[in-house]
């Protein structure tokens, strides 16, 4: 890019500056809590997570993601004596299972304060009775995946990708699960996939060369079962490109086996979407399921959703961002939170998210930057949301912002329209 010369400079922030203020975007007015250095320093550590209530345990079980799986915690009762509960949340366990259920792996409940409401992986797993709340703009499908559905269990809503939902379970459930009128089956939608009609579309519709499995979470899945299914795909020849969505290497990173490794790493190229929110789900055990992924071949991506309480806050993200490329993951998205019913309480505004961004980008390695976007209601697909880089753009120039505020002038190429080329002098 051109640097303008000292002299043309001035003049151009002493013009843009009135277009910047014009333009200055309507985030600037977002106060956040100043967080302290040691507070940053502490979140940004990977801790081993000790057993807690399940001290009892051997460490063969411990380890076990199955015995994990089976020792859940599922229910009011088993949330008893371990929180001190809000009426909000206890009012809230009682209904999770008409709404979308309780459970948490011992593991993850562990890293949650049972004194502390807003803890920010308590905000994430606890039942609130907010959730019964319904804002008439919410939507049980917010992003309008049955009616893109060609099949039960296949999502088809961009040209050349289809989605494939493989189970409605999860080791543990996200209170604001943009799926949860279908996982855990609360609600009684009664997901049933049918695999073999969905390889049959696949197969059938050759445009279709990227293929995400997701859920419900396809981890939970046996060995041999994901190993017909991927199996299957490969035996498919234009599709080129196998992803696995999951948020098991951070609910239960002891799923992450040599086994399964070996298992998936015959299926290459094959990435991994992981789904992590706040720098305390990265802990040792995370970390070392996230490098066994990673040594397999595997490139590992990770979604997040931008929640209140949880991970609006720039120091806070940037902390987030920081540790996913210490275990090799590289921020892909932040979502804004879909408007899934009953998900207000945890919402953040647009604003904020922009503000958060434009805090990130050129504060910080350019390889930690996710895009932020909006899944548009209705099934319009993602959407980036960016703060305002380019100010203005013509035939004759582009006029840029940078991430200091600094104004800078690109030159727009002239172009030939006879031979479609651009035409420098
Ligand atoms: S892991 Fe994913 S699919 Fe499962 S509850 Fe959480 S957001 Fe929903």
């Known amino acids: 890019?051109?640097?303008?010369?000292?002299?043309?400079?001035?003049?151009?922030?002493?013009?843009?500056?009135?277009?910047?203020?014009?333009?200055?975007?309507?985030?600037?007015?977002?106060?956040?809590?100043?967080?302290?250095?040691?507070?940053?320093?502490?979140?940004?550590?990977?801790?081993?997570?000790?057993?807690?209530?399940?001290?009892?345990?051997?460490?063969?079980?411990?380890?076990?993601?199955?015995?994990?799986?089976?020792?859940?915690?599922?229910?009011?009762?088993?949330?008893?004596g371990k929180w001190n509960l809000t009426p909000d949340e206890t009012h809230g366990a009682e209904l999770a299972n008409s709404k979308l259920a309780m459970a948490v792996t011992p593991y993850f409940f562990n890293l949650i304060d049972p004194n502390d409401p807003g803890c920010p992986i308590r905000r994430q797993m606890a039942p609130n009775v907010q959730e019964m709340n319904t804002a008439p703009w919410e939507l049980s499908d917010p992003c309008g995946e049955d009616s893109y559905s060609p099949t039960p269990g296949l999502v088809h809503r961009y040209p050349d990708r289809v989605l494939f939902l493989v189970t409605d379970r999860c080791a543990a459930y996200c209170r604001y699960c943009t799926r949860s009128r279908l996982v855990s089956n609360a609600t009684g939608y009664d997901f049933k996939p049918d695999f073999e009609r969905q390889l049959d579309y696949i197969r059938k519709t050759p445009s279709v060369r990227d293929v995400l499995l997701s859920g419900g979470d396809p981890l939970l899945l046996s060995n041999g079962k994901l190993e017909e299914l991927l199996r299957a795909l490969r035996d498919i020849p234009h599709v080129e490109f196998i992803r696995i969505g999951s948020r098991i290497p951070i609910f239960l990173p002891q799923r992450i086996t040599d086994d399964l490794c070996a298992m998936l790493s015959q299926f290459h190229p094959l990435f991994i979407s992981v789904h992590c929110n706040h720098p305390s789900e990265l802990t040792q055990e995370s970390r070392a399921g996230l490098e066994r992924l990673a040594n397999a071949g595997i490139p590992l991506g990770n979604q997040s959703v931008l929640l209140r309480g949880v991970n609006d806050h720039p120091d806070v993200m940037k902390a987030l961002l920081h540790k996913l490329l210490m275990c090799r993951v590289k921020p892909y998205y932040i979502y804004q939170c879909d408007l899934i019913a009953g998900s207000a309480h945890l919402r953040t505004s647009v604003r904020r998210g922009i503000e958060i961004m434009r805090q990130l980008r050129g504060y910080t390695t350019g390889y930690a930057l996710p895009q932020y976007v909006i899944d548009a209601p209705g099934g319009g697909g993602k959407i980036p949301v960016n703060p305002d880089y380019v100010l203005e753009h013509n035939s004759e120039r582009v006029v840029l912002r940078n991430y200091e505020g600094r104004i800078f002038e690109y030159p727009e190429a002239p172009w030939d329209q006879d031979t479609d080329t651009p035409v420098w002098d």
Do not use: C
């Open 1 to 80: 890019m051109m640097k303008l010369t000292a002299q043309k400079e001035r003049a151009h922030f002493a013009k843009a500056g009135a277009e910047e203020d014009a333009q200055e975007p309507s985030t600037s007015s977002i106060r956040f809590e100043p967080i302290s250095e040691e507070s940053i320093h502490q979140l940004k550590r990977f801790l081993p997570t000790p057993k807690g209530y399940w001290s009892d345990v051997d460490d063969k079980n411990w380890n076990d993601w199955r015995w994990q799986l089976k020792s859940r915690v599922a229910s009011l009762k088993d949330l008893e």
